[in-house]
């Protein structure tokens, strides 16, 4: 990637360029819609969403970093965006333009000190997967075993620093009301930059690996330092589908909610008994086999919560009385305390609204554990994404618990594309 194009004003000025691009396709509807019919005018609503989507997809690719890890987001919101730009966004999941060959031989070589053939006994030129910030190659290594060998595109730590000093600049009116707090940025600018070190990714993966061990239904992959550095990782090769090559094969609801379950699952283990998560949620990071096992393959992105917010979690969810009542009042502000923010009575109510009008219906506290969810219906989403904005209008949404419910919604989204039916309650109880 030529340096040009990854300065902030480069960047900027194509994700301009697309933006414009958008307004004239939508412009072009709306002069054409008086003249069409009913359907005729839907068609061709539906024809502009794909082309505006479409359009913005293939920059955000080119773009990589930050922009594309938005884009991936964005791609999750069912509920919120039409179908058709659901569609194209899908293809940033792990579909980005690869590196030239060369590029990706210079990248290794500079890292790792020695050409692939040099290191591995076999080595695939041609990516099988390439994402917002590296692509994966197969491999066999010297003693035989198959896998997985992530190189970082050159520069892309800066491009990231770039796109958030872009990003600062254009939300600064929302951070001067105190709606975006500076240490939000700063929470997920961090979290960013830290999936393009390589060596901690490969931490990360050891950590989830041992303590991930007791679900049995969950693989995670070895890493292997010896074949790795800071731009290059390698890791055994795992196997399975990813969300949708798995759903066109049209698995059985029985395995379905079983995967559906074994998803929720892993994730509140993470939360309530690990105090750790897997914290990016798009589908190119999960693996899943028609025997309902779930391999995760990516671990750049890992929130580790503070013991306070563990505790907290655990005390909230399920809560046994009235939402209205003191006690749950007192919950809220201790927790709110601890973090330094303060609760402002318009957030407590607005976290109160979000227990009454999402979690206590798909969480019912009640004590029957064999009463499931059924996650197929869209409404549950809206649900959550209304709750999710009126919290943040508040000021009410805590650095800490960013990225545990930007994984919550991602789990929430996969569940909805199985159509899975989940025990809800009973399975958060195993955890309290």
């Given at each position: 990637m030529p340096n040009t194009r990854n300065t902030s004003v480069g960047r900027g000025l194509r994700m301009a360029s697309a933006g414009a691009g958008v307004v004239g396709s939508y412009l072009g509807y709306a002069l054409q819609r008086a003249?069409?019919?009913e359907a005729e005018s839907e068609a061709r609503l539906?024809?502009?969403?794909?082309?505006?989507?479409?359009?913005?997809?293939?920059?955000?690719?080119?773009l990589r970093g930050a922009a594309m890890k938005i884009g991936q987001t964005l791609s999750l919101q069912t509920g919120t965006l039409?179908?058709?730009?659901?569609?194209?966004?899908?293809?940033?999941?792990?579909?980005?333009?690869?590196?030239?060959?060369?590029?990706?031989?210079?990248?290794?070589r500079r890292s790792m000190g020695a050409e692939p053939e040099d290191i591995f006994s076999e080595f695939t030129a041609e990516p099988f997967a390439a994402a917002s910030l590296g692509q994966v190659h197969k491999a066999?290594?010297?003693?035989?075993?198959?896998?997985?060998?992530?190189?970082?595109?050159?520069?892309?730590?800066?491009?990231?620093?770039?796109?958030?000093?872009?990003?600062?600049?254009?939300?600064?009116?929302?951070?001067?009301?105190?709606?975006?707090?500076?240490?939000?940025?700063?929470?997920?600018?961090?979290?960013?930059?830290?999936?393009?070190?390589?060596?901690?990714?490969?931490?990360?993966?050891?950590?989830?690996?041992e303590r991930l061990a007791p679900l049995s239904f969950v693989m995670v992959p070895t890493f292997l330092p010896?074949?790795?550095?800071?731009?290059?990782?390698?890791?055994?090769?795992?196997?399975?589908?990813?969300?949708?090559?798995?759903?066109?094969?049209?698995?059985?609801?029985?395995?379905?909610?079983e995967l559906g379950e074994r998803l929720f699952d892993l994730f509140y283990f993470q939360v309530l008994h690990v105090g750790?998560?897997?914290?990016?949620?798009?589908?190119?990071?999960?693996?899943?086999?028609?025997?309902?096992?779930?391999?995760?393959?990516d671990f750049g992105c890992a929130k580790h919560l503070s013991r306070e917010s563990v505790a907290y979690l655990r005390r909230v969810f399920l809560y046994p009385g009235s939402t209205h009542s003191l006690g749950f009042r007192q919950l809220l502000e201790k927790y709110y305390r601890a973090t330094g923010t303060p609760l402002s009575p318009t957030a407590r109510r607005a976290l109160i609204r979000?227990?009454?009008?999402?979690?206590?219906?798909?969480?019912?506290?009640g004590p029957d554990d064999d009463q499931t969810f059924d996650f197929g219906d869209k409404k549950f989403l809206q649900a959550f994404l209304a709750e999710s904005t009126n919290l943040f209008r508040t000021k009410g949404v805590l650095t800490e618990l960013i990225f545990m419910g930007r994984a919550e919604m991602g789990l929430y989204q996969t569940l909805h594309r199985l159509q899975a039916r989940v025990r809800t309650s009973r399975i958060v109880r195993k955890y309290l």
């Open positions: 003249f069409l019919g539906k024809a502009t969403h794909r082309r505006a989507a479409r359009r913005v997809a293939e920059e955000m690719k080119s039409p179908d058709e730009i659901l569609a194209e966004f899908a293809s940033l999941q792990m579909n980005a333009p690869p590196m030239h060959p060369s590029l990706a031989r210079v990248q290794f066999v290594t010297r003693e035989g075993a198959p896998v997985a060998v992530k190189i970082q595109y050159p520069g892309i730590r800066e491009s990231i620093e770039n796109d958030f000093k872009v990003f600062r600049t254009v939300i600064r009116p929302a951070q001067t009301t105190g709606h975006v707090p500076a240490a939000a940025i700063d929470e997920v600018e961090q979290q960013v930059l830290s999936e393009t070190d390589y060596e901690q990714e490969g931490r990360n993966m050891e950590f989830f690996r010896s074949y790795s550095s800071d731009k290059v990782l390698t890791m055994t090769l795992m196997r399975g589908q990813h969300l949708e090559e798995f759903l066109a094969r049209r698995p059985p609801r029985k395995l379905r909610n750790s998560l897997h914290a990016d949620p798009h589908w190119g990071n999960y693996l899943f086999t028609n025997d309902g096992r779930i391999a995760l393959v979000f227990a009454d009008n999402f979690y206590r219906r798909v969480y019912p506290p």
